[in-house]
Nanobody, 118 residues
Framework: QVQLVESGGGLAQAGGSLRLSCAASGRTFSSARMGWCRRAPGKEREFLTSITWSGGSTYYADSVKGRFTISRDSAKNTVYLQMNSLKPEDTAVYYC???????????WGQGTQVTVSS
């Protein structure tokens, strides 16, 4: 059974940084794509970034490009989201997701709240 557990959320000031972690377990993730999404109050879910576990190929949405960095530590089965230059509009619940096949993201974490104050 695949489990994704996010941590690292909290309160930050505008211009500050936070690092989110997503600990993955239950399957082999060597061929997986891992991603981060967020849902802000009253808004639809927004896909932010992804990384291939094997080769480290990354994708970033324009809203976070240059500010957020996704990475993975294969030894720890953990994916990270380094968030710099945070803005109040980054306030949201952040979710980690995993796609083990060629389809969409099948597995999701429970989410971690990020609040950025101005």
């Amino acid at each position: 059974q695949v489990q994704l557990v996010e941590s690292g959320g909290g309160l930050a000031q505008a211009g500050g940084s936070l690092r989110l972690s997503c600990a993955a377990s239950g399957r082999t993730f060597s061929s997986a794509r891992m991603g981060w999404c967020r849902r802000a109050p009253g808004k639809e879910r927004e896909f932010l970034t992804s990384i291939t576990w094997s080769g480290g190929s990354t994708y970033y949405a324009d809203s976070v490009k240059g500010r957020f960095t996704i990475s993975r530590d294969s030894a720890k089965n953990t994916v990270y989201l380094q968030m710099n230059s945070l803005k109040p509009e980054d306030t949201a619940v952040y979710y980690c997701a995993a796609a083990l096949g060629r389809g969409g993201y099948e597995y999701w974490g429970q989410g971690t709240q990020v609040t950025v104050s101005s």
